[in-house]
């Protein structure tokens, strides 16, 4: 296991277990829609599973790893609307950068 692998577990940790707590925080509020919170924590919970368990998915690990970026962005570009009647685009290209640099150390591992 060398740094990629580290950078990757840290990264994703940090990443989908803020979006976890995120959208179980907002699924309690309920000031946003379900299933827009549903969708964010299984964002999260596929981004951490994927890099943790490469071999359970085998060839469609990458693929459920984008799923769950993806996921995650669109439930916060959601979520922005929904809350604030606006996109904050500095915090979906924050969120973009993180997404670039999972799959860019996902990829190089």
Do not use: P
Request: glycine share 8%.
């Amino acid at each position: 296991m060398g740094i990629d692998y580290w950078a990757l577990l840290i990264t994703v940790f940090l990443y989908g277990g803020l979006t976890i707590f995120a959208g179980t925080v907002q699924l309690k509020n309920k000031k946003i829609n379900t299933l827009s919170s549903i969708a964010m924590i299984i964002g999260g919970f596929l981004i951490i599973l994927t890099s943790i368990n490469e071999n359970n998915f085998g060839y469609f690990t990458f693929y459920f790893l984008i799923l769950g970026l993806l996921l995650i962005h669109f439930s916060a570009i959601n979520n922005g609307i929904k809350l604030y009647k606006k996109i904050t685009i500095r915090h979906h290209l924050i969120r973009l950068l993180v997404s670039l640099l999972i799959i860019i150390i996902f990829l190089l591992r």
